[in-house]
């Protein structure tokens, strides 16, 4: 019985990032977090498909992931970025300060999360550059660079991705904190620089090939 807990611990320690990368992360979090000007809202986008931001539950969900967020956070939907003007992504990706990405939860209570191929790739610009969550419902944001990301190829509807956040994830992991203090404007100005748009941490293998 106690083997079977190990086994399980090792096999699901609250992050399937190894500790090494976890480390980088939130040292470049708190690398970001040093560039944030005092006063400057931090510009968040939500990527979400049509099929969940037109539900009735989407004005819930999207004011439980204001409220997870560092106060006077600016969150932007597709509407709100592109409405009415061409979609032009990388130009824009350049001026935000993280990504949220809310997929389709495989069943009510699961932990794992189904993204379309538009969000796989929007969630693969910014995942090396940029605080990058997972709206994961109950569980609330989960830094994507916790969850475990496993292709899903589709030969018409184009590669989407399944993000698994582990069991043993809880809201006061160090890559949370660090993440969203990123986002928090500094209780005393700071020059901000253009070393934001450097990579400040690996990306997975899993990531970056899929």
């Known amino acids: 019985m106690g083997a079977k807990k190990t086994d399980d611990a090792v096999a699901d320690p609250g992050s399937y990032a190894p500790p090494r990368q976890r480390i980088r992360f939130v040292r470049a979090m708190a690398h ?13 986008y939500i990527s979400v498909p049509p099929g969940i931001s037109q539900s009735r539950q989407w004005p819930q ?29 990388d130009a824009f990706a350049d001026s935000l300060d993280g990504l949220i990405v809310v997929g389709k939860q495989k069943r009510a209570g699961s932990r794992v999360f189904i993204l379309g191929p538009v969000a796989r790739l929007e969630l693969r610009s910014l995942v090396a550059q940029r605080p990058v969550l997972l709206y994961a419902h109950d569980l609330g944001l989960v830094p994507v660079v916790d969850c475990k990301p496993a292709p899903l190829p589709h030969e018409h509807k184009g590669t989407r991705l399944k993000l698994t956040v ?15 203090a990123a986002l ?27």
């Not at 990579?199 to 090939?209: I, L, T």
């Open 32 to 44: 970001l977090a040093k560039q944030r000007a005092l006063g400057e809202p931090a510009s968040v």
């Open 61 to 89: 969900w999207r004011a439980r992931i204001q409220g997870d967020l560092p106060d006077g956070t600016q969150l932007l939907t597709y509407e709100d970025a592109f409405g009415g003007r061409e979609y032009e992504w």
């Open 184 to 210: 928090q404007p500094p209780p005393e100005e700071t020059p901000r620089t253009a070393d934001h748009l450097l990579h400040p941490f690996d990306a997975p293998q899993e990531y970056s090939s899929t």
């Open 166 to 180: 582990p069991r043993r994830w809880t809201r006061t992991s160090e890559t949370l904190t660090s993440a969203l």
